[in-house]
């Protein structure tokens, strides 16, 4: 069954230009008087409670927002019914080592850019090691949620005049780079505010929508949920990647390197006020979060109780369940809903993205907080090319994937994570656990041949371990493999400063 859109191209694209010309008022506002330190930092004056409430925004993405609830009645996926919960849950108990371990450090040290811990603490190798996984792995995440949404779009609004995904791509991020490119980190804090309410505001309505659609009170549609196949929470065969202990312990670890290691997420919580705001923030947008995750899970399992209730066919590809539904079947109403949280989700994501891959450039490889005979005027130039270049870069990124990307979204982006942020995981880890020197210079051999490693037994676990496949403790394997290798060519030593 298949019938015409609902709501026109041309509508949906004018509530994307006028939600943009929204996050424009205040991205004005807010980057009247930048500098470098407002763009980095935000001058160190975000209230905690509107860091943790545009957090959500942030973490959340165009990925969960519209893969999440396709993986909920996908039985191929390792997210299938409910039990994407489990990492859920391994992402508080992660919220909470960020916040007791990480933050703390973060803070003492005063870091712009979190990465400068590691030449502290090991030396220049080490340091320019750990910001290029940050600056691939943040590319490539930040890649895969914009690629989403781009494929929305292009589906349901640039296909209707004839233009290419390309085209797509580059108006979209052209839009982020332009609200993004004077305020930084001060008007991200901002606007992820906004974008965290209409994203929110945007699954309530869905869900109020559906229940009426079906004729039943929101309660009876939870009893609904709570009586179907899609409820289930909790899987107990280890071989499988929806197994409850792989699923919760990598939760913790993607929490702990993809928040707590990354400094798209920590830039946000480093421009609080001081470290007891920071940690309430932490552990409040924490349990904010897991609400927020059951209540996309939730609108999932609607989706395919809807779907079926009206005879609708499920997309080949799931993670298109939720846009099909909204614009070809919703009312208009319901489906503008749907597309303002859509596009709410996917800024929030690569907004806060495009300034902290600017800010690791700037202070990691180009050595802004070191450099004494440039102006404040020659760094803001510069920072202002290299914001240009990063988004050029994530443009490229984006248009690839459509060429090579055939999982769903949100599994191949937590596997190309256990990969990428294994090497982050390690080095810290390393740095925070022990008293060792390392040989610096090897530093950089070390996290490479970890995620090379890690792939190889990837491949090939099913033939050599009796049907085990890896999920997202590929990750801990990673940064384990990390942690021996540096202990390897490390030795006793006095402590350096970062220590």
């Known amino acids: 069954m298949d019938q015409e859109q609902i709501l026109s191209p041309k509508l949906i694209l004018s509530f994307v230009l006028g939600y943009f010309a929204l996050l424009l008022a205040v991205a004005w506002y ?12 935000g001058s160190k004056s975000s209230p905690w409670y509107l860091v943790a409430f545009g957090m959500i925004g942030a973490s959340v993405s165009g990925v969960t927002f519209i893969s999440i609830p396709g993986a909920v009645g996908n039985a191929a996926s390792p997210n299938f019914a409910f039990s994407y919960m489990q990492m859920a849950l ?11 371990v990480l933050m703390p450090l973060y803070y003492r040290l005063n870091l712009t850019s979190i990465y400068t811990y590691l030449e502290q603490r090991f030396g220049t190798f080490s340091h320019k090691t750990g910001a290029t996984f940050f600056l691939i792995s943040r590319t490539i995440g930040s890649a895969f949620r914009l690629y989403l949404v781009a494929i929305v779009l292009q589906m349901f609004v640039f296909d209707h005049w004839g233009l290419p995904f390309v085209f797509t791509v580059a108006f979209t991020l052209l839009l982020i780079w332009i609200y993004t490119r004077k305020g930084g980190i001060h008007t991200v804090v901002w606007t992820d505010i906004l974008q965290t309410i209409f994203m929110l505001l945007s699954v309530v309505i869905t869900i109020y929508y559906i229940s009426s659609d079906m004729g039943l009170s929101v309660g009876e549609l939870v009893n609904l949920v709570a009586d ?74 609607m989706l395919y109780l809807y779907a079926a209730s009206k005879g609708i066919a499920i997309p080949e590809k799931t993670d298109y369940l939720f846009p099909t539904l909204a614009f070809k079947y919703f009312t208009p109403f319901a489906g503008i809903v749907f597309i303002i949280g859509l596009i709410a989700a996917a800024y929030s994501s690569v907004d806060s993205a495009l300034t902290a891959l600017t800010t690791s450039v700037c202070v990691d490889l180009l050595g802004f907080e070191k450099e004494q005979l440039k102006t404040e005027a020659q760094l803001q130039q510069t920072r ?60 950089p051999l070390v996290c490479i041949a970890a995620p090379v490693i890690c792939v190889i037994l990837n491949a090939n676990s099913a033939q050599w371990f009796g049907g085990y496949k890896f999920g997202i403790e590929i990750l801990l394997l990673n940064g384990g493999l990390t942690f021996v290798g540096l202990w390897l060519i490390s030795k006793r030593g006095e402590l350096v400063v970062g220590r």
């Open 30 to 41: 807010t980057g009247r008087k930048s500098s470098n330190q407002s763009f980095f930092i």
């Open 90 to 100: 391994g992402y508080v108990l992660g919220y909470v080592v960020i916040a007791l």
């Open 228 to 301: 179907s196949q899609y409820s289930q929470m909790f899987f107990w065969d280890p071989k499988a990647d929806s197994y409850f202990w792989k699923q919760f312990i990598g939760g913790a670890l993607i929490a702990i390197a993809m928040t707590g290691l990354d400094q798209d997420m920590m830039q946000k919580n480093n421009s609080c006020k001081n470290i007891g705001e920071a940690q309430l923030n932490m552990f409040s947008s924490s349990f904010v979060f897991l609400f927020a995750n059951l209540l996309f899970v939730s609108v999932g399992a």
């Open 384 to 443: 202002e090319r290299v914001h240009i270049g990063v988004t050029m870069v994530m443009f490229l990124v984006v248009v690839a994937f459509k060429y090579v990307l055939s999982a769903d979204v949100v599994s191949a982006l937590f596997k190309i994570a256990g990969f990428t942020y294994g090497p982050l995981l390690g080095l810290f880890t390393f740095g925070i656990l022990t008293k060792r020197s390392i040989q610096d210079n090897l530093a």
